[in-house]
């Protein structure tokens, strides 16, 4: 009986959000109705759309927990499927404190498991996400910033001045968090963790194209060397270390310098433009034929941040 709350929306009029969310954690904790519940709720939105009057209606239940199961069960959608969801509540998913990019580099990794098809995932998620007209709260429209606004935006920063990237910055807080902060309770630390996330999610949109080379050096710095990503990179393209000569050595503490100056670091060593250093450095590692540039700046699983590889 309380399995219909969740299969049928509208259903729970009779008891409260409280209750509501009760029955939800009890129903999804059993694998046989786990599956349901995300099949129930999927095609309930797509029927109905996913407007923002219907978002608002829903936020504190069915919405809610339809991002919430989409994001821990990843590995059961389909990537064609998977690509047209996202775009739809990937910024809500932000807002709830998710972690969007590390879950789906797991995805690419463990379910895709094929570099070829994770390209083509990632290139259509990103195609999708770059044309969402879907605001990033649907609470605030009036001044509100569409996906697609802010994707273009982020797109052209190199031309907007520190201040202009700095107020950005701060509004796109203001609106990723708003409302949603009494919902979810996430404290201010969260918050600027969340956004840094988000900010760093459109910086790998926008600046990363070869998604498996990065999802590589992902998991392999969150230790899982067991499972292998078939990458579509041909052999002659991989640099090989033992044709690293003197004639191109060169001291990774200057290239380290050359990486500070051209782009913004915190007093942690984190930058929201990790996907390009990565990229900048990888290019740098093939100019100098030094594959161990590459690895000079890397993902620490221990502390969950990124740190420069100083015993190179």
Not at 182 to 211: C, G, H, M, P
Not at 272 to 287: H, Q, Y
Request: hydrophobic share 35%; glycine share 2%; charged share 30%.
């Amino acid at each position: 009986m309380s399995l219909n709350y969740l299969l049928q929306p509208n259903y729970y009029k009779d008891i409260s959000v409280e209750q509501l969310d009760s029955i939800f954690v009890d129903q999804w904790s059993r694998p046989n109705n786990s599956r349901k519940i995300f099949e129930a709720l999927d095609s309930y939105f797509a029927s109905i759309g996913y407007g923002d009057q219907v978002i608002q209606k829903y936020y504190k239940t069915y919405w809610k927990y339809y991002v919430w199961c989409t994001w821990n069960s990843l590995n059961t959608i389909d990537s064609n499927r998977l690509a047209k969801i996202i775009p739809k509540q990937f910024t809500t998913a932000f807002a709830m404190n998710i972690k969007v990019t590390d879950k789906l580099f797991n995805y690419i990794y463990y379910t895709i498991g094929d570099g070829k098809l994770a390209i083509s995932f990632y290139r259509e998620l990103r195609n999708n996400i770059s044309s969402e007209n879907s605001y990033i709260n649907s609470f605030i429209k009036k001044d509100g910033y569409r996906i697609s606004d802010i994707y273009s935006k982020f797109k052209k920063d190199i031309i907007m001045s520190t201040i202009e990237k700095a107020e950005l910055t701060a509004e796109l807080k203001r609106q990723l968090f708003y409302i949603h902060e009494s919902y979810y309770s996430l404290t201010e630390e969260e918050q600027k963790d969340a956004l840094y996330r988000f900010l760093s999610f459109f910086d790998l949109l926008i600046n990363v194209d070869d998604i498996v080379t990065l999802v590589l050096r992902y998991t392999e710095a969150t230790d899982n060397p067991d499972i292998y990503l078939d990458s579509p990179v041909e052999e002659k393209d991989i640099v090989d270390s033992e044709n690293v000569t003197k004639s191109t050595a060169v001291r990774y503490d200057d290239i380290i310098a050359d990486i500070r100056k051209q782009f913004t670091f915190d007093s942690e060593d984190q930058t929201p433009d990790f996907g390009v250093v990565l990229s900048r450095l990888d290019e740098i590692a093939k100019e100098k034929n030094d594959p161990a540039i590459a690895e000079l700046y890397y993902f620490d699983e221990n502390s969950g941040k990124f740190k420069w590889n100083i015993n190179n």
